[in-house]
């Protein structure tokens, strides 16, 4: 059974730092691309990143870009967000997701495979 896990969510300082983590069991992740995603209280759920398998590209959404960093450690089956500079609109719920095996993780209609969420709260 694929499935994915991800934690590393908690209460931080704006300003803070924060590295979620996302864990595959029943499938490997060197060989799917693999999205971070995030839903705000009271918002759509929005794109943060996809790091894609098809052209080796990460992508990420502009309110992000210079502040969040994805890597994968294949020996670990595990992908991070590194998150800095933390703002109180970076708080929401963290998802990661891969899509169908070959397809891009930059069309959500793709996706396949997600976790249970991890929580950002970033609050004085």
């Known amino acids: 059974q694929e499935q994915l896990v991800e934690s590393g969510g908690d209460l931080v300082q704006p300003g803070g730092s924060l590295k979620l983590s996302c864990a595959a069991s029943?499938?490997?992740?060197?060989?799917?691309?693999i999205g971070w995603y995030r839903q705000a209280p009271g918002k759509e759920r929005e794109g943060v990143s996809c790091?894609?398998?098809?052209?080796?590209?990460?992508v990420y959404a502009d309110s992000v870009k210079g502040r969040f960093t994805v890597s994968r450690d294949a020996a670990k089956n595990t992908v991070y967000l590194q998150m800095n500079n933390l703002s109180p609109e970076d708080t929401a719920v963290y998802y990661c997701?891969?899509?169908?095996?070959?397809?891009?993780?930059?069309?959500?209609?793709?996706?396949?495979?997600w976790g249970l969420g991890t929580l950002v709260i970033v609050s004085p």
């Open positions: 997701a891969v899509p169908e095996p070959g397809r891009t993780c930059r069309d959500e209609g793709y996706l396949e495979v």
């Open positions: 029943g499938l490997a992740l060197d060989y799917r691309s």
């Open positions: 790091m894609d398998i098809g052209d080796g590209s990460t």
